[in-house]
């Protein structure tokens, strides 16, 4: 399980742009909004109740740089707690390694898009590789 908690709703966007990428791993995400310098007690009480219903579980704060929420919840919880300023894609990935440490299919999946990132890198030089060179201008 990964949830994913906002300072604010400014931050939906990131938000769910990392639980679509979250989803097409497979990782179930629990969204919420919940500020520590507005709401301690709500965070304190989210960090309760999911710590002590999910065995497995990654937090993930989206907040701005000088807010309290990362902090709160990485002192709050004794599970791993990431940064959501990460472009999705990465964060997701980020979340898969952290979670297959016990879970090889989830495992599998990581070694797959790693595959198929480089896979990627490798086309794109071979495709540059077989174009021809520029020619220099004739200067004489």
């Given at each position: 399980?990964?949830?994913?908690?906002?300072?604010?709703?400014?931050?939906?966007?990131?938000?769910?742009?990392?639980?679509?990428?979250?989803?097409?791993?497979?990782?179930?995400?629990?969204?919420?909004?919940?500020?520590?310098?507005?709401?301690?007690?709500?965070?304190?009480?989210?960090?309760?109740?999911?710590?002590?219903?999910?065995?497995?579980?990654?937090?993930?704060?989206?907040?701005?740089?000088?807010?309290?929420?990362?902090?709160?919840?990485?002192?709050?919880?004794?599970?791993?707690?990431?940064?959501?300023?990460?472009?999705p894609?990465?964060?997701?990935l980020?979340?898969?390694?952290?979670?297959?440490?016990?879970?090889?299919?989830?495992?599998?999946?990581?070694?797959?898009i790693?595959?198929?990132?480089?896979?990627?890198?490798?086309?794109?030089?071979?495709?540059?590789?077989?174009?021809?060179?520029?020619?220099?201008?004739?200067?004489?």
């Amino acid at each position: 399980m990964v949830a994913l908690i906002a300072e604010s709703l400014e931050h939906a966007p990131q938000l769910n742009a990392a639980a679509q990428a979250l989803g097409q791993l497979g990782l179930p995400v629990v969204r919420h909004v919940a500020s520590a310098s507005k709401t301690p007690g709500y965070v304190l009480q989210l960090l309760q109740q999911h710590d002590a219903t999910f065995a497995r579980l990654l937090y993930v704060a989206f907040s701005n740089g000088d807010s309290g929420l990362r902090a709160m919840i990485e002192n709050g919880t004794s599970n791993p707690v990431l940064s959501g300023s990460t472009d999705p894609p990465a964060l997701a990935l980020q979340c898969a390694k952290v979670l297959a440490l016990e879970d090889t299919v989830l495992f599998g999946r990581t070694l797959l898009i790693q595959t198929n990132a480089r896979s990627s890198v490798l086309q794109s030089d071979a495709q540059l590789n077989a174009q021809p060179l520029p020619q220099a201008p004739n200067l004489a």
